[in-house]
């Protein structure tokens, strides 16, 4: 199983950024897909959610600004991120997630930075 998260770079606050993450080895449609952040000094947090029916689910801190979505036929989840502030700066990782049937994978993340 592989997720590899590619999209990640240097963006100045208030720019967008997308970032995509490629899965591999599983039956992507049968996982909720995940994306989380982690930055310097802090836990990882989890900031974006979209289950197999395609609903969602954000963190507040990003809610309105981020957008999640997920394109089945590539085995694809996106990550769409405009309005972009500082404390965004964070590297990014993507998870696939079974939880019922023990399925749990993560790719290695990218890096956001935001610039102010």
């Known amino acids: 199983v592989q997720l590899q998260a590619s999209g990640g770079g240097l963006v100045q606050a208030g720019g967008s950024l997308g970032l995509s993450c490629a899965a591999s080895?599983?039956?992507?449609?049968?996982?909720?897909m995940q994306w989380y952040r982690q930055s310097p000094g802090n836990q990882r947090e989890l900031v974006a959610t979209i289950a197999r029916d395609g609903s969602t689910n954000y963190a507040v801190s990003v809610k309105g600004r981020f957008t999640i979505s997920r394109d089945n036929a590539k085995s694809t989840v996106y990550l769409q991120m405009s309005s972009l502030k500082p404390e965004d700066t964070a590297v990014y990782y993507c998870?696939?997630?079974?939880?019922?049937?023990?399925?749990?994978?993560w790719g290695k993340g990218t890096l956001v930075t935001v610039s102010s």
């Open positions: 998870r696939a997630n079974r939880p019922a049937y023990g399925g749990d994978y």
């Open positions: 080895g599983i039956i992507f449609s049968l996982y909720t």
